[in-house]
């Protein structure tokens, strides 16, 4: 049997709070939802960290829009994986998809997110 890890991230995550993230929720057949403001809390080019003001399911589809200092991307899909109680909202863990499937790589989304993660480790540095 395996030990129980409790951090399953591949990478560190960097704190990225003033990056600001639109997300929105995928309905079925394809209708959208209206976009939420949330808080980005860490990232790295396969997740994220957010704090959300209403709950979002685990396994919900997402669309994010990405607007920081340098860089702007919109349209990057992505899945919750958990959501708890946190703070003033709910913290909410997301995989991207372009990661997470062969059929949804995207380098386009890759070098995006791999420069907005090189942008917020530097300032760990």
Avoid: W
């Amino acid at each position: 049997m395996l030990p129980v890890v409790a951090d399953r991230r591949i990478k560190t995550r960097y704190s990225a709070r003033c990056l600001s993230v639109n997300v929105r929720e995928q309905a079925f057949f394809g209708t959208r939802r209206k976009p939420t403001t949330v808080c980005c809390l860490d990232m790295n080019r396969y997740g994220m960290a957010l704090l959300s003001p209403r709950p979002l399911d685990p396994g919900a589809r997402l669309l994010l829009d990405f607007d920081g200092k340098y860089i702007s991307h919109s349209g990057v899909a992505a899945r919750a994986v958990n959501c708890r109680p946190f703070q003033t909202g709910f913290r909410v863990g997301i995989r991207f998809s372009y990661c997470s499937d062969k059929r949804s790589y995207c380098r386009t989304v890759d070098n995006a997110l791999s420069r907005i993660e090189g942008l917020y480790s530097r300032r760990k540095r």
